[in-house]
């Protein structure tokens, strides 16, 4: 038995590297259970849940610790294209165990949290860079905005195009990551939300609704931001009425804010992207389609380890993960020893 163990790289109660990573590909898209039956169905043989939960954890936080390194400015030149870049925060459910008691599942506590995912990539690519993280706040995200533009060709030369919902963290984020190389638009389908809120005040009727809404659209387009806060100002309402019940004051409040950020004309010009569609699209593929399932929840570092590992395969690192773990020593997944062998709460 033991000149099979050796030449098979396994140890005794163990996975091989080869069932490992078919462990992990199967759990890095379907619940733990499902993977399970994947691999009964596909290979023959049964495997614990309890062991797939400890196996893809174990390399999902091997994926994350692998990417979190100190990141510096560029000094050398990037692409001379734009880079677009986008951020954007969606909700995941996360579960606190009760610390009293043996039975950790009565007293545990429920809450959401917000994973910040992150894309770029080079003007007219059809392949961005994500990054992602729950824990560490816009710090964090902002670094993992810094590292996805430096993987697309971000250089000490190259312009940013940052485009998102106008959230305070994101445009700060930006400022601070890019400098004067970063430029802030905000999704022009969200500034659309605060104009259709007014337009209802302003004009009831529905076919007279729509035509200062496109009227709007069009100013903005074209550089004509005054126009549109001409058009807001005289139907705002009076002071004492509060901002609930006040759409065109705060319709012309918001915009008047913000109006550095608001150059669709510019950016139509160089045929770079006004709404940030792809960065919501990309949570559900991303993060919520593991992450977010009906009756899911997550302790929060298994929930930043399973999306550092579905960003992984995303960004095409899958194999040159397992490359470089078949150079080294059995990885430390590669123990099923009973003691090891405990359900853990996904």
């Known amino acids: 038995m033991r000149p099979f163990v050796l030449g098979a790289k396994v140890s005794p109660l163990g996975c091989s590297r080869p069932l490992q990573r078919a462990i992990v590909d199967f759990a890095a898209d379907q619940p733990f259970a499902q993977a ?3 691999l009964e169905e596909h ?10 939960q ?39 459910p996360i579960v606190e165990p009760s610390s009293e008691g043996k039975d950790k599942r009565k007293g545990k506590t429920l809450s959401w949290r917000e994973a910040k995912l992150s894309l770029a990539h080079a003007q007219g ?70 104009l259709a809120a007014a337009s209802e005040a302003i004009a009831p009727d529905p076919v007279a609704r729509d035509a200062w809404m496109e009227t709007q ?14 058009a807001l100002a005289g139907h705002c309402e009076p002071p004492e009425v509060d901002d609930e019940h006040a759409p065109v004051r705060t319709c012309h409040r918001y915009l008047g804010a913000r109006a550095d950020h608001l150059n669709y004309r510019q950016a139509l010009a160089e045929g770079l992207p006004i709404g940030s569609g792809e960065i919501e ?18 302790r929060v570092e298994h929930a930043e380890h399973m999306l550092a590992l579905r960003i992984n395969r995303i960004n095409g690192d899958w194999d040159a993960y397992w490359k470089a773990l078949a150079l080294q020593r059995a990885a430390a997944a590669n123990d099923n020893s009973p003691n090891k062998s405990l359900r853990r709460t996904a």
Not at 59 to 84: C, N, W, Y
Not at 134 to 158: D, K, P, T
Not at 217 to 230: C, F, I, N, S, T
Request: net charge neutral; charged share 20%.
């Open 36 to 38: 399970r039956a994947k």
């Open 43 to 52: 290979y023959g043989f049964a495997i614990g849940e309890s062991t797939i």
């Open 217 to 230: 659209k069009e100013a903005l387009k074209g550089g004509r931001l005054d126009a549109v806060m001409r």
């Open 281 to 298: 699209s990309a949570h559900r593929y991303v993060a919520q389609q593991r992450l977010k399932r009906p009756g899911a929840w997550w």
């Open 54 to 92: 400890r196996i893809t954890f174990a390399h999902a936080q091997a994926m994350q610790e692998s990417h979190r390194r100190d990141l510096e400015f560029p000094e050398t030149p990037g692409l001379s294209k734009p880079i677009v870049v986008e951020t954007d925060g969606g909700m995941v």
């Open 125 to 194: 690519s059809c392949t961005p860079v994500y990054a992602g993280s729950i824990e560490g706040g816009v710090e964090e995200a902002g670094r993992q905005l810094l590292s996805c533009a430096v993987r697309a060709g971000f250089g000490a030369n190259s312009r940013v195009h940052a485009v998102g919902d106008g959230a305070p963290w994101i445009v700060g984020q930006v400022e601070q990551q890019f400098g004067d190389q970063g430029c802030y638009l905000i999704d022009f389908y969200h500034v659309c939300e605060y």
